[in-house]
């Protein structure tokens, strides 16, 4: 970054009371090059020489009579209050050097030293002098240098390389140098988790270190946050270049030591070659950026030496983002909807909205292309909201059509929901919309739950307090345990497609499922089955009582449009609900023909096969013709109670589960009937409607969980 030259000339003070010390640091900078030496033995002389000479670099014994080099340190200060003090404290007591670097020392060695640690430290000392002594007033200083490192910054290190390389042009010979940048892996985490001063000092430690990286013919400056540049000039072979990056791998590897403990972290590097890959200072450092991007994108503690081909993709993803960033806000955005099959009834429960872009010139670009830059870019926080307010508004205006709400599902991606302000836009986009929350549901993935379980906890059961559901979503793939799930205020697990593709085949698989489904069950959750592509696979989940699927099978995501009509037309998608599943078949005894009506239209929708009786003995001979496992009777029956019917249907067909839905109580007699275990629920006209529902389909999964999933015979269901 400073001519030979200008090295070469700038006037140096050695300050020591020791003759020996004296000799040996004048000799080893004479032999260095450098050709203005001066010393003292005296302390007491220093300040009067600088006055005088204006030094670029003062090495400064700590440890002296008459005036220690603390002492020095002051009365240099009160003459160069306003510029770089350019002091290399020296001292055999280790123990000043935090107080010498508080008092003003710009670096600090400690004796013995190795003669080219101290030349290699001389010489960056000198370039920052130097290069500061050119500055003009204190703005120029902020201008050019990091104040937290106080190496020069980004603009000063870009301006000294453009005069290096246009130097050795003027004189006609290109030397083979080197541009590398090193970032620490990891290091947000520091800032994160222990705070800004302990980032801080990680920042220092490090730049220290990267110093006494750089060989004698380097100049290192802090050019971003946690990323640093070292110019290498006159390298012999390019494998010097590769040997000082792995000197700054090996550097950065060490523990850094912050308030309360020591930090870990690695380095990657990116390295281009002047004149080989670049002819220009803009473009190698360029170059090296994309060099250090492939070395990240290879994990941490990686170097990578740049390519052409490295540029060419670097061009193509930055092309790629800047549309991405277009789409936003030229609505090239829209939302596909692919519909769920509830299993029981063969009918749609609903739809999950997923995002298509549609991108100019290149028509539909596949999720896994651009959902992913998404995320890395946060722009997934910006369009993630659209998505809800989006999904919400074809939510209304279904409603509208239908004149019935139609349950919508939403994916979260990880990064909106550790990072947006989620529970806010659900309910700007509930109350713009007019639907109602239940109509909403929220899918986030089981990885970002487990991301911060406490967070996530708190945050769902957020949403859940809006009225949307919400489920878990690719369950199984992520490392969440029973414990936490329980914890957790969510509705529905979706399987992942993962395990649904050899569940036919695999027994490993088809055991999680089984599991899966098990689980969630006696938690009170709905399962959903993603990826269902084949008839097997449909009815092998029926079999297992998955509450819905979704998948090619039924339906792939379709446009707004092509969704509308499809959910016109339920017959027609209800024909081709999964064949031999066991039926859920209801039984109603009622001596009011209008109970039994209000009943039918109330659980139709829900796809039970519903028989009913408005006496004991027409309920009898329907047992008696059809596989039964529910029976639901009304207490105050002609001939025979309620109670006495079940208590005969619990002794001829112990295995069905028995309802009392009574018009009075007769606490009496429906405790003996509890007790004799003739009763499974008992219910009291008028009911809820949704309450009722909701414990006739959970009475149906404890009766395939208490007596097996074995399919029963007769027509199925939905056939």
């Known amino acids: 970054m400073i001519s030979q030259a200008e090295l070469s000339g700038a006037k140096i003070l050695i300050v020591d009371d020791h003759p020996f010390n004296v000799a040996v640091l004048a000799a080893m900078l004479q032999m260095a090059g450098y050709t203005d030496v001066t010393s ?58 935090l107080r010498a670097l508080a008092e003003g020392a710009r670096d600090f060695v400690a004796k013995p030293f190795d003669h080219s640690e101290v030349l290699s430290r001389i010489r960056n000392m000198l370039e920052v002098r130097l290069l500061y002594k050119g500055s003009c007033h204190h ?48 290091f947000s985490r520091v800032n994160d988790t222990l705070g800004q001063a302990a980032g801080d000092e990680v920042l220092r430690q490090a730049a220290r270190r990267l110093q006494q990286c750089a060989p004698a013919a380097g100049s290192l400056a802090r050019i971003g946050n946690d990323e640093f540049a070292l110019l290498v000039s006159a390298l012999d072979t390019p494998a010097t270049a590769m040997a000082v990056a792995e000197k700054i791998r090996t550097a950065c590897a060490e523990p850094f030591a912050v308030d309360g403990g020591e930090v870990c972290l690695t380095a990657s590097v990116g390295i281009a070659l002047h004149p080989g890959d670049a002819g220009d200072a ?70 999950e909205a997923l995002l298509r872009w549609n991108r100019p010139g290149c028509g539909l670009v596949s999720p896994g292309e651009f959902i992913p830059v998404l995320e890395e870019t946060g722009l997934i926080v910006a369009v993630g909201a659209w998505v809800i307010d989006e999904a919400c508004r074809q ?70 307090r809006l009225g949307v559901q919400v489920a878990i979503d690719d369950f199984g793939t992520g490392y969440s345990s029973l ?105 109603i005894i009622d001596d009011e023909p209008h109970v039994l009506s209000a009943l039918q239209r109330l659980l139709r929708p829900d796809g039970y096969r519903i028989l009913t009786a408005q006496c004991a003995a027409d309920a009898f001979s329907l047992l008696a013709q059809h596989p039964v496992q529910l029976v639901m009777c009304d207490q105050r029956m002609d001939g025979m109670s309620g109670t006495e019917i079940l208590d005969r249907v619990k002794d001829m067909y112990p ?62 269901a939905y056939a």
């Open 282 to 351: 803009a473009t190698l450092v360029r170059h090296a950026g994309v060099a250090l991007h492939q070395a990240r994108m290879a994990g941490v503690n990686s170097c990578r030496w740049f390519t052409e081909s490295m540029n060419t993709k670097v061009q193509q993803r930055f092309e790629f983002e800047n549309a991405l960033r277009k789409a936003h806000s030229q609505r090239e955005f829209e939302l596909y909807y692919q519909p769920k099959l509830d299993i029981g009834s063969g009918r749609v429960a609903g739809v």
């Open 395 to 464: 939510a209304a205006l279904w409603k509208e059509a239908a004149g019935q709400p139609f349950h919508i599902a939403v994916n979260v991606a990880s990064r909106q929901f550790a990072e947006g302000n989620l529970e806010d836009i659900v309910r700007q986009a509930l109350l713009a919309h007019d639907i109602p929350p239940a109509m909403l549901s929220l899918e986030v993935t089981e990885s970002a739950v487990m991301a911060d379980t406490e967070r996530a906890a708190d945050m769902l059961a957020a949403l859940r």
């Open 483 to 587: 414990a936490y799930l329980k914890r957790l205020p969510v509705d529905t697990l979706k399987i992942d497609i993962a395990f649904i593709r050899e569940v036919t085949r695999n027994p490993g698989d088809a055991a999680l499922v089984d599991a899966i489904i098990a689980m969630a069950h006696s938690l009170g959750l709905d399962v959903v089955a993603e990826g269902v592509e084949t008839a097997e696979q449909l009815a092998y989940l029926g079999r297992r009582r998955c509450d819905q699927i979704q998948g090619y099978y039924f339906s792939r995501p379709l446009p707004a449009a092509q969704c509308a009509a499809l959910l016109g037309n339920q017959s027609a998608m209800a024909a081709e609900a999964a064949p031999g599943v066991p039926q859920r078949t209801l039984l």
């Open 139 to 186: 703005g120029q200083r902020v201008e050019n240098y990091d104040a937290l490192t106080g190496l020069p910054n980004r603009t000063l290190f870009q301006r000294a390389l453009e005069h290096t390389l246009a130097a050795e042009q003027r004189q006609g010979v290109l030397h083979l140098s080197a541009v590398l940048l090193a970032d620490l892996d990891g």
């Open 655 to 716: 295995d069905t589960f028995r309802i009392i839905l009574s018009g009075y109580t007769d606490l009496a007699t429906i405790m003996e009937s509890i007790n004799r275990g003739s009763l499974y629920r008992f219910y009291t006209k008028p009911w809820s409607n949704q309450v009722l529902r909701d414990n006739i389909r959970d009475a149906f999964r404890d009766y395939w969980q208490r007596h097996g999933l074995a399919p029963a015979v007769g027509k199925p």
């Open 40 to 97: 003292t033995m005296d302390p007491r002389e220093v300040c009067a020489m600088h006055r005088a000479h204006d030094y670029d670099l003062i090495l400064l014994d700590i440890n002296m009579p008459f005036m220690d080099g603390f002492a020095v340190m002051e009365h240099l200060k009160q003459i160069d209050a306003d510029t770089y003090l350019p002091i290399l404290a020296l001292t055999a007591a280790p123990e000043y050097k």
